[in-house]
Structures are given as C-alpha cells and as structure tokens.
C-alpha cells in the first residue's frame, strides 16, 4: 500500500512537471481560424516583419493559423481586408482614416469596422534622381519639361501615392511626363531596382525606412546619383492634407549625401477589422511588444524604436484586443 501511495505520488509530480515545462504551444494549446495577414513586398521591409511576428504568434496556436501573403500597398491593403480578402493589413494611419470615412477619392465607401492593432516604425520618402535635361531637383521639372522616364509603385501602393502628392504641390501630374516624351512605370521594388540599375528610370521613389540597403545600393551602383530633398512648403502641404510628419534623413546615410536631405514620412500600422478575435490580436499584440530584439533583428529599424509608442499615431480607433493589452501594460487608460 505504501508502495502504491508513493508511485502515484511520483505520477502526480511527473503531471505536474510535465505543464510547468511544456512549450507555450502545448501549454496553450488554442485553436483559431486559418487567417492572412497582407503585408507587402516580399523584397520589401513589411513582409520580413510581419513573417516574424506571425510565426511566434502561431507558436501559441495548434495549426499556425496566420499566414502572410505579399500586399496590394498601403493604399490597397485597407481595401483587401475590408473586403474581407485578408483580415491584418498594414498600411498608414491617414489611409486608414480616409477608408473609415470613405467617400473620398481613395476610398468610396466607408469601412468604419477598420481597428488598429500598432504602430510600427516610420518609413520615409525616398526620391533618387540622376540629372536629366539639365534637371536636378523637383522644383526644376515643372518649367523644364524633362524627357524623364519615372518609376515608382505598382498602382495601390504608398509609393505612388506619395510622389503623385508631391508632383500635385509642384503643379505636375503624371500624365505630364507622357506629353513631355518621357513616361511613367509603376513597378514593384525589385522593379524599380532593375529599371535604375539598367538605367531605364531616371527617377525612382522608395517609401523606407533609413538607411535602406537598397538604395545604398542603387546610389553606389550609378554615378550622379542624387537623393532628393523635399521643399519645405511642399512638406507643409503634405503633412496638412495627409497628416505625414516632416523627417531629416541624416547626412552621409547615403552615398553622394553630403548633407541632410529633408522628406516626409509615416509610422506604418497593422490593422484588422472588428470581426477579427480580440484574443488573437492580443496575442500578437503581445507578441510584437515583446520582442524587439528579435524585430530588431529583422529590421535595423527596429533598434531605436519603442514598444510603448504602439498604441499611438495610428489614425483610426484601437482594437479591443490590443486595447486590452496596451492597457495592461499602462501606456493607455
């Protein structure tokens, strides 16, 4: 008899043991619905991120519920979660407004079930140009009238929303450049790459964070490389009709940039709608929170950001899950 006491005894701690040390996985055991979180680029810095914040948050789910699938940009993401193509996005905070409000020439219809769940680091507004017709800075191509060939983003992205934005300030559309003999490419990032490097764009445009490796590498690959800056009153249009923020892009942070260049710029954010499980945006809340060295492994980005600035210039109302969270940790009410 006392031989069987002790045996299950014994059981009873092995049990006992056995919880203390499973891995989150086991010890949670949740089940969710497979979902897809629409990033960008796989060549571009949101896919990498969004991948390595998803795969810690599937650890805590049989199945791996999340999968990440390469985005529409962060004018056409809002949309492809509203239509409930995917249930993450990340896009900026003045999109996410405008498709909450709808109603604008972004976005027809309202979509007020959009929630934020972070913000992440701010990407900035690149513009590489080599002199084309005696063209050297933005503010020269309106009267001159280059013969300049254009690439930016594939229709939908941050990209081509951003320099059409800055072209309007100047009083310059893209169809102008059509007229001029020059043209228009709206490529992805690894297209954009090509078309610089081959020397079939005389102007590309990045929205990145900095300093990008890509065009450290597009400005050491060809000569007269010039990252542009952004006048100050065009800044000022840009931050008033957009709420963009106003950036310095250090000197020296890239090859032939001796001095500052000014530009605008945004914090991205991930974003679901309402229908998606307070739960499960806790946990990747938490997740993202919690992380920085491995985010900042992933991104050099990520080195000086802040994990209690998450909750804040995200443009639209918070989720309730990441609410929950941010309120736990005492960074809101």
């Not at 990008?212 to 490389?225: H, N």
């Amino acid at each position: 008899m006392k031989r069987l006491i002790t045996l299950s005894g014994f059981v009873a701690i092995m049990v006992g043991l056995a919880a203390v040390l499973a891995t989150p996985s086991q010890a949670q055991n949740k089940k969710h619905p497979l979902i897809q979180f629409t990033s960008g680029s796989p060549t571009g810095g949101w896919f990498p991120v969004a991948s390595a914040m998803s795969e810690l948050t599937n650890q805590m789910y049989d199945g791996h519920p999340i999968s990440v699938v390469a985005g529409a940009g962060g004018v056409g993401n809002p949309k492809r979660v509203v239509s409930g193509e995917s249930d993450i996005g990340v896009s900026y905070g003045p999109f996410l407004k405008l498709a909450t409000l709808g109603g604008n020439e972004l976005y027809k219809n309202p979509a007020p079930k959009l929630r934020a769940i972070a913000g992440m680091t701010a990407n900035k507004l690149h513009i590489v140009m080599q002199e084309v017709d005696g063209v050297s800075t933005l503010g020269q191509i309106k009267a001159a009238k280059p013969k300049m060939r254009v690439a930016t983003g594939p229709v939908g992205s941050t990209e081509l929303f951003s320099l059409g934005e800055v072209f309007k300030t100047y009083g310059i559309s893209y169809k102008d450049f059509d007229t001029w003999g020059g043209r228009v490419d709206r490529l992805n990032t690894s297209g954009r790459a090509d078309a610089w490097q081959n020397r079939q764009a005389d102007l590309v445009n990045f929205f990145i964070n900095d300093p990008a490796a890509k065009v450290i590498e597009l400005m050491s690959g060809r000569s007269g490389s010039t990252l542009l800056s952004v006048e100050d009153s065009v800044r000022d249009s840009l931050v008033k009709e957009w709420g963009m923020i106003k950036f310095s892009i250090p000197a020296n942070s890239y090859p032939n940039q001796p001095a500052p260049v000014e530009t605008v710029g945004m914090p991205y954010v991930y974003f679901a709608t309402t229908d998606l499980s307070a739960d499960l945006v806790y946990d990747l809340t938490k997740t993202i929170a919690e992380n920085k060295d491995r985010l900042g492994n992933t991104h050099s980005s990520f080195k000086t950001w802040e994990p209690k600035n998450m909750p804040f210039g995200l443009g639209i109302e918070l989720h309730e899950g990441a609410a929950r969270y941010y309120k736990e940790r005492g960074w809101i009410k």
